[in-house]
């Protein structure tokens, strides 16, 4: 246990990062799960209209470095390619 008022704010303040990093990283996972479901079942107009949450939940995580920059890039590339080979 921490001795300091310090260290006991350090604590709570790494156990409020933690929810809002989680509640991000489940966001994002959501969004990239239903974009490959409707992709899986060949639904394009409900991949399509999906697309731009998916993009925008990404962007959220990389931009508070739940995810790297790259990797978010690299998501949303993937997701797309996916996306246009359905036509």
Do not use: C, F, G, W
Not at 69 to 75: L, Q, V
Request: hydrophobic share 40%; aromatic share 4%.
């Amino acid at each position: 246990m921490a001795n300091t008022s310090s260290a006991k704010k350090a604590i709570r303040v790494a156990a409020r990062k933690t929810v809002i990093n989680l509640r991000h990283r489940r966001a994002y996972k959501d969004a990239r799960k239903d974009v490959m479901q409707a992709v899986e079942a060949k639904k394009k107009d409900e991949a399509t209209s999906l697309l731009p949450k998916a993009y925008k939940e990404i962007d959220k995580a990389a931009k508070t470095r739940v995810l790297h920059k790259n990797t978010a890039a690299r998501y949303k590339s993937n997701l797309t390619q996916k996306v246009n080979a359905l036509s």
